[in-house]
């Protein structure tokens, strides 16, 4: 919780809105490193599996395709 009001935008901090989540989780990557194309390290900064990082990119890869 005290991540999310730390990255929730303001007038957005329904913290059980899927919503208001993305808004946050994406200022919370972009702070760690995903706004300079660091997605490795922003992906770490929140867990800090090399597998989760590897599932979380396979994934984006199959949207992206």
């Known amino acids: ?3 999310f009001r730390h990255y929730a935008e ?3 901090g329904n913290i059980y809105s899927a919503e208001d989540g993305a808004y ?10 995903a706004d300079q194309g660091d997605n490795v390290s922003a992906l770490l900064s929140y867990n800090h599996s090399m ?7 396979a994934i984006a890869d199959s949207i992206e395709e």
Not at 24 to 33: C, E, M, N, P, Q
């Open 10 to 12: 303001p007038n957005m």
């Open 51 to 57: 597998s989760y990082v590897h599932k979380v990119q």
């Open 1 to 3: 919780p005290s991540t």
């Open 24 to 33: 946050a989780a994406a200022k919370l990557l972009a702070a760690s490193g």
